[in-house]
């Protein structure tokens, strides 16, 4: 059989609700045409992100029963720790409320103010969280991913020549820890090979720097390896993300990406002496050790969830239905980041709107037009995300795990289909008010 089907079928159903067009319309102008300001309720698809929306399974919720809420020591934490031990073979695993948790933690106990932390392109909060610390965040992506058209397997590795001579200019006293996120979320969801890794796992070694995943979708970037990488056709998902994690110091991780959990993380080092003052850390603001932040249910359903994650059916089926909304408009003629990317897909606005210059925000635009004509809430990552920084002007669908089927799916790519249609008549924006930084998350605008 060639059909893909949804490896799961549903228990417990959660109703969706249409609105009008005139009700939209009115959602729209009171939110100041800024989605993050529109009420979950008021949505009928909802792909601003795929972290914290997953649908858990009935192991993780017969899991959350079991949960040990003692404060310390509790059972919850040691399930979960045999897990991750498993897995990423790192001494130290310290649970965290969610990824950024473990990023301040990380960098707070790493960083110094004048260093440097490269990374093939950090996400938003860890470059933050960086930049807090008085160090700069520099995103060293291949050359190529600049190219949103090219169709490369592995698009999301690191530049490993420009990762040379950035410790060659810069010393590699400088550069506390180099960062590889896979997949590269920033830079469309992309996967890193298994090569570039060991590339700059060698760099680092030689230099005596140590090398950190940020692992958020470190098993949809395995699947990618699985699928695309020479040698690796053979191997399970949990051999090529143990391998993964055999090249790296340490990780941070939000388990609210691939552990399917909607809360929750850490942060692993093979350093004993990092994890010590790390520990202190988590300790001021966190939470004891034994639950960093989470309640003991939650410790549980990570655990369930980082097994159940790598399950070959599920990731065959994950990554197919991620590219299927993504060939399906790309084949009509909707110019999107290729290739499709594990967990969203990315419309490069500018290119679909040539009318809408920059200034004018055409991703927002854009996310403005789809919530309008079919309620699908998206998010724009472009000049309102990043200002002047922007290197594109996207639109990112993100896809939650398990949540949606492939008739949603469906009307997604219908409302697109039909929105391009008409695309000349979009206009563009214009900020009306932004707070100081983030201005994403509670700008508001008004159409021109
Ligand atoms: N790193 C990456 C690559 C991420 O995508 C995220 C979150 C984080 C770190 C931070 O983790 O949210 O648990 O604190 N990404 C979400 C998104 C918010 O929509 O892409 P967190």
Redesign the pocket.
């Given at each position: 059989m060639r059909t893909i089907i949804e490896p799961f079928r549903i228990k417990s159903v959660e109703p969706l609700r249409h609105s009008t067009a005139a009700e939209r319309e009115q959602y729209l102008e009171q939110a100041g045409y800024n989605l993050f300001g529109i009420e979950a309720r008021h949505i009928l698809i909802d792909l601003?992100?795929?972290?914290?929306t997953s649908a858990m399974s009935t192991e993780q919720w017969a899991a959350v029963m079991r949960g040990d809420e003692s404060y310390a020591g509790s059972e919850s934490f040691f399930r979960l720790k045999r897990v991750a031990d498993e897995l990423t073979g790192f001494r130290h695993m310290i649970p965290t409320?969610?990824?950024?948790?473990?990023?301040r933690i990380l960098f707070t106990v790493m960083c110094k103010p004048g260093n440097i932390v490269p990374n093939n392109t950090?996400?938003?909060?860890?470059r933050a969280n960086i930049e807090f610390t008085g160090a700069r965040a520099v995103d060293l992506p291949i050359p190529e991913a600049a190219d949103t058209q090219a169709r490369l397997d592995f698009k999301g590795n690191l530049d490993v020549a420009a990762l040379e001579s950035l410790i060659a200019v810069e010393g590699p006293g400088k550069i506390p820890l180099v960062i590889v996120?896979v997949?590269?979320?920033?830079g469309g969801g992309q996967p890193v090979s298994m090569a570039n890794l060991e590339a700059v796992q060698r760099v680092c070694a030689r230099h005596g720097i140590p090398l950190y995943l940020?692992a958020?979708?470190f098993a949809e970037n395995a699947w990618f390896i699985h699928e695309r990488e020479a040698g690796y056709g053979s191997w399970s998902p949990k051999q090529i993300a143990q391998k993964m994690f055999s090249l790296a110091d340490g990780c941070?991780f939000?388990?609210?990406?691939d552990a399917f959990a909607n809360?929750?993380?850490f942060l692993s080092t093979n350093d004993d002496r990092l994890a010590q003052q790390e520990t202190n850390l988590l300790i001021l603001t966190e939470g004891f050790p034994t639950y960093g932040g989470l309640a003991g249910r939650d410790l549980d359903a990570i655990a369930v969830g980082l097994e159940e994650v790598l399950d070959p059916d599920y990731l065959r089926y994950r990554i197919a239905s991620t590219g299927y909304l993504g060939r399906h408009i790309a084949d009509h003629g909707v110019p999107i980041v290729e290739p499709p990317g594990g967990?969203?897909i990315y419309i490069d606005a500018a290119r679909m709107l040539p009318h809408i210059p920059p200034p004018q925000f055409p991703g927002q635009a854009l996310a403005v037009e789809l919530y309008r004509h079919a309620g699908i809430r998206s998010?724009e990552i472009g000049s309102v995300m990043f200002g002047e920084a922007a290197r594109h002007e996207l639109l990112?669908l993100?896809i939650p795990r398990r949540v949606y089927t492939q008739s949603h799916i469906d009307y997604v790519v219908e409302a697109i289909l039909e929105v391009n249609a008409r695309k000349q008549e979009i206009r563009g924006l214009e900020i009306v008010e932004e707070p100081p930084f983030l201005r994403h998350f509670s700008a508001r605008f008004r159409q021109l």
């Open positions: 601003l992100t795929d972290s914290g409320h969610q990824g950024r948790a473990a990023e950090h996400f938003d909060t860890t996120t997949t590269n979320n920033s940020d958020c979708r941070t939000s388990a609210k990406k809360i929750g993380g967990h969203a998010v990112r993100a």
